[in-house]
Nanobody, 118 residues
Framework: QVQLVESGGGLVQPGGSLRLSCAASGRIFSIDAMDWYRQAPGKQRELVAAITSGDRTNYADSVKGRFTISRDNAKNTWYLQMNSLKPEDTAVYYC????????????WGQGTQVTVSS
């Protein structure tokens, strides 16, 4: 079994910053991809940022230049640094990973609320 535990959400004013963390634990041989998704009320879940095992990154157009995804392989942890936050960034943020232990499996975190409001 694998667990993804998120932390770092909260309430922040427009223009502020937050850093989300996601730590994976359990039966892990390797983590092939680490992602962050978000889901705002009444909207579909969307990919925000992704990082591969080779450190290639990909970002949604709406967050390019403001958000940065990074990973610490030794800790099986990845991060989402969010700067210049806007009210439209308000959503529940979920971490996701493709983890190899024999086969590859998809795992999700429990979600953390990010609210950007004055």
């Amino acid at each position: 079994q694998v667990q993804l535990v998120e932390s770092g959400g909260g309430l922040v004013q427009p223009g502020g910053s937050l850093r989300l963390s996601c730590a994976a634990s359990g039966r892990i041989f390797s983590i092939d991809a680490m992602d962050w998704y978000r889901q705002a009320p009444g909207k579909q879940r969307e990919l925000v940022a992704a990082i591969t095992s080779g450190d290639r990154t990909n970002y949604a157009d709406s967050v390019k230049g403001r958000f940065t995804i990074s990973r610490d392989n030794a800790k099986n942890t990845w991060y989402l640094q969010m700067n210049s936050l806007k009210p439209e960034d308000t959503a529940v943020y979920y971490c996701h990973a493709i983890i190899k232990y024999g086969n590859r499996f998809s795992y999700w975190g429990q979600g953390t609320q990010v609210t950007v409001s004055s």
